[in-house]
C-alpha cells in the first residue's frame, strides 16, 4: 500500500474586502475566473492605505487542476505564520493571535460557495528570534511553532475554501503585539486513497474470516455439557469486539457525509484495545496454576478496573478533541495552556502505563512458564501416547504466550508511535514517518491472533481410548481433551489443570 497520509502545503493569498459588513460579504477565490483583488505583500497594503481588517488570507484546496475525494476520508489542517521582526512593532511575550475563520465548500466550479463553519478562535503564538533585536535584524523572520488550525472527519466534496481573518481592535487588545504577518502558510494532511482501498479491502475480507470461527468456536462450546468457562467467554468476548472493528462501515464514507467517523474508529479500536488487555490479564491469571481464584471475573478486578478507569480517561479526552469538532472543526484541545498540559499529560500516562502493563504481563507469563516446568515432571509417569499428547499440548501453550507477548509489545509500540505521529504536527519538534506496512501489519496481526486463540483454544471432541490411560493422572479415560484451562465436567478438573495444579505434584 502507499504511504498512508499526504502532507500538502498551501500559501494563501491576500485578497482585499472593502466592503463594511465582513460577515455577509461573499467569498474571497484566491484563484480562477472570479478570483479577488490580490495584494503582492503589505507592504502595497500600506502604500494603497488598506486596514488589517479589509484583508482576507483565503486558501483554495485542493491546488489548481485537482479535486477532493471521499477515498481521502479526512483532513487535517495545520498553520505556520511567517512573522517579520519589526522594532515599532514587535512581538510581545505570550502574544495571543484572534483568528476570524470560515470554512465553505462546492462540488462544481460554478457553483455557489456554502458555508460549513465559521468561528473565532484563539491560537497562543509559540516564537523565537535568533538575532539580537536591533535595526539591522528588522525584516527578519521569527521562528514560530506549528498551529493546530482544522480537522473534519471526511472528506464529501470536490473544493474547499478557507477565508481568514486577523481582526484588530486596539481598545480591546485584539491582535496588538502579534509582530508583522507577511503571510499564513497552511500544511494540509489527508489519508492517500490508494491506501484507504488496501485498508477496506482488508476489513471486507477478514470481516467473514473472523465471523465464521467464531460461530465455529461458539458452536463447540455450546456442543459440551457444561457450562462455558471465564477463558472461553473472554475469548469470545475478544472475538465480537475484533469483529465490531473489522465491520467495514467505512464504506459508506464513500457515499455519505459522515464526519463523525474518526470519533467512531476511536471509539472501536478504544474498546479493541480495552478488551485484548483484559483477555491477557485473564488468559495468564487463568494459567497461573496454584491460584485459588479462578473462573470467575471479580477475581481480576484489581488487574482489569484500571484498564477500565484508563479506557476511560482516554474516551473522555477523545470526545473533548474529536466531540467537539464535529460542531467546529477548527476546536483543539492543543490551543490552550490547560488543554496543551491535560492532552500531554494523557499521552506520557497512557505511555507509562502500558510499559507497566507490558513488565506486569512478562511477569504474569514467566511465572505460569516457571509453574509448567515445575510440572512436567509428572510426564515420564505416562504411556506414551498421553505423554505425547500432554507434550504438545505444553508446546502449543508455550507458543502461545511467546505469540501473546510478542502481540502485546507491538501493541504497545504501535499505540505510543501512532500517539506521537498525530501529536507531532500539534508539538511541532518531532517527526516519525510510519509506512502504511505497520498499520496494516499490526491490523493483520491482530486478526491472525484472534483467530488463532479461538482455533486453538475451542473444545476438542477427541477422546483416548481405555488402552491409552495407563500411567494417566488418574484422570478418566474418554474425558475430552482442549487447548484450554477448562472443566470438562462439573465435578472433575481439566488435564492440563490436573497436570499443573499442587495436587499433581501431591
Given at each position: 500500500a502507499p504511504s498512508p497520509t499526504t502532507a500538502v502545503p498551501y500559501m494563501s493569498v491576500k485578497c482585499i474586502d472593502v466592503r463594511k459588513n465582513h460577515h455577509k460579504t461573499k467569498w474571497m477565490l484566491p484563484w480562477g475566473s472570479n478570483h479577488c483583488d490580490k495584494l503582492k505583500d503589505l507592504d502595497e497594503a500600506v502604500s494603497r492605505q488598506i486596514e488589517a481588517n479589509d484583508i482576507v488570507f483565503a486558501v483554495h484546496v485542493p491546488l489548481p487542476?485537482?479535486?477532493?475525494?471521499p477515498w481521502f476520508q479526512f483532513m487535517l489542517f495545520i498553520m505556520q505564520l511567517d512573522i517579520a521582526f519589526k522594532m515599532d512593532n514587535d512581538l510581545k511575550e505570550n502574544a495571543e493571535i484572534t483568528l476570524d475563520v470560515s470554512?465553505?465548500?462546492?462540488?462544481?466550479?460554478?457553483?455557489?460557495?456554502?458555508?460549513?463553519?465559521?468561528?473565532?478562535?484563539?491560537?497562543?503564538?509559540?516564537?523565537?528570534?535568533?538575532s539580537p533585536k536591533t535595526l539591522e535584524s528588522e525584516g527578519r523572520h521569527y521562528d514560530c511553532d506549528f498551529l493546530p488550525f482544522m480537522e473534519i472527519g471526511s472528506v464529501a466534496h470536490k473544493y474547499y475554501l478557507i477565508n481568514i481573518r486577523l481582526p484588530v481592535n486596539e481598545r480591546k487588545g485584539i491582535n496588538v503585539g502579534i509582530g508583522e504577518i507577511k503571510d499564513i502558510r497552511l500544511v494540509g494532511i489527508h489519508q492517500n486513497g490508494g491506501f484507504t482501498k488496501v485498508w477496506f479491502a482488508m476489513k471486507t475480507f477478514l470481516t467473514p474470516s473472523i465471523l465464521i470461527i467464531m460461530v465455529w468456536y461458539w458452536r463447540r462450546i455450546t456442543l459440551m455439557t457444561r457450562a462455558p468457562v471465564l477463558l472461553e467467554k473472554v475469548i469470545f468476548a475478544l472475538g465480537i469486539s475484533m469483529t465490531f472493528i473489522n465491520i467495514p462501515v467505512e464504506w459508506f464514507s464513500i457515499g455519505f457525509d459522515w464526519t463523525w467517523m474518526l470519533l467512531f474508529g476511536d471509539i472501536r479500536q478504544g474498546i479493541f484495545y480495552a478488551m485484548l488487555l483484559s483477555f491477557w490479564i485473564i488468559f495468564c491469571g487463568e494459567h497461573m496454576m496454584d491460584q485459588n481464584e479462578r473462573n470467575r471475573l471479580s477475581g481480576y478486578w484489581k488487574q482489569v478496573g484500571p484498564i477500565a478507569v484508563g479506557s476511560f480517561c482516554l474516551f473522555i479526552f477523545d470526545m473533548c478533541e474529536r466531540g467537539v469538532q464535529l460542531k467546529n472543526p477548527f476546536y483543539s484541545i492543543w490551543t490552550t495552556e490547560v488543554g496543551t498540559e491535560l492532552a500531554m499529560a494523557f499521552i506520557i500516562v497512557a505511555g507509562i502505563c502500558l510499559c507497566l502493563y507490558f513488565l506486569f504481563l512478562c511477569f504474569m507469563v514467566f511465572q505460569v512458564f516457571r509453574n509448567i516446568s515445575g510440572k512436567q515432571s509428572s510426564l515420564p509417569a505416562m504411556s506414551k501416547a498421553r505423554r505425547l499428547h500432554y507434550e504438545g499440548l505444553i508446546f502449543r501453550f508455550k507458543f502461545l504466550m511467546l505469540i501473546t507477548l510478542a502481540c502485546a509489545a507491538m501493541t504497545v509500540i504501535f499505540f505510543i508511535v501512532s500517539q506521537v505521529t498525530e501529536g507531532h504536527w500539534k508539538w511541532g519538534d518531532i517527526t516519525i514517518q510510519v509506512n502504511s506496512a505497520f498499520f496494516t501489519g499490526i491490523y493483520g496481526m491482530w486478526n491472525l491472533y484472534v483467530f488463532a486463540l479461538m482455533f486453538l483454544y475451542a473444545p476438542s471432541h477427541k477422546n483416548y481410548g481405555e488402552d491409552h490411560s495407563n500411567g494417566d493422572l488418574g484422570v478418566n479415560s474418554g474425558e475430552e481433551l482442549q487447548l484450554t484451562t477448562t472443566i470438562t465436567h462439573v465435578d472433575r478438573p481439566m488435564e492440563v489443570y490436573k497436570l499443573a495444579r499442587k495436587e499433581a505434584q501431591e
Open positions: 487542476s485537482k479535486e477532493m475525494s470554512l465553505a465548500y462546492r462540488d462544481d466550479l460554478f457553483d455557489d460557495w456554502k458555508e460549513i463553519a465559521h468561528a473565532i478562535e484563539i491560537r497562543k503564538l509559540k516564537c523565537t528570534f535568533g
